[in-house]
């Protein structure tokens, strides 16, 4: 019966403090809420480990560079754009990624990098250049 209880007790604050570890909207401090402000509608709805990860970013911003900031507040405003289907893909990647060897994995940033530069650096047609 003693073992069962602290069972129980054991699980009650692993809840409690894991409920505690990621805060509230509202909890957020107010530079993390404008930072992570594309993401305000939904954040008491995001998985706890996406949470977490983007409270880490928004401890450490404040430390990054002009630039890297910049990048950090497009990456989270791109995100907050995507579907969840776009979102588990992104993750998928993610992954795929980090499981690949080192030089493979460079290999494939730079490639895609170099995609995606060309992509953005084409010129976008208007409608009266399309007719």
Do not use: C, G
Request: no cysteine; charged share 25%; net charge positive.
């Amino acid at each position: 019966m003693v073992s069962r209880f602290a069972l129980i007790i054991a699980l009650l604050l692993t809840a409690a403090f894991a409920s505690a570890a990621v805060p509230s909207w509202q909890a957020l401090p107010a530079d993390q809420r404008q930072l992570l402000m594309p993401l305000a509608a939904e954040w008491n709805t995001l998985p706890e480990q996406q949470r977490e990860h983007l409270v880490k970013v928004a401890k450490r911003y404040p430390t990054l560079q002009a630039e890297q900031q910049a990048r950090v507040r497009e990456r989270i405003s791109r995100w907050a754009s995507f579907t969840p289907a776009q979102r588990d893909q992104a993750h998928a990647n993610y992954l795929r990624l980090q499981a690949m060897p080192a030089e493979e994995r460079r290999r494939t940033v730079d490639r895609l990098r170099a995609e995606h530069q060309a992509e953005t650096a084409k010129p976008r047609r208007s409608k009266n250049d399309q007719q």
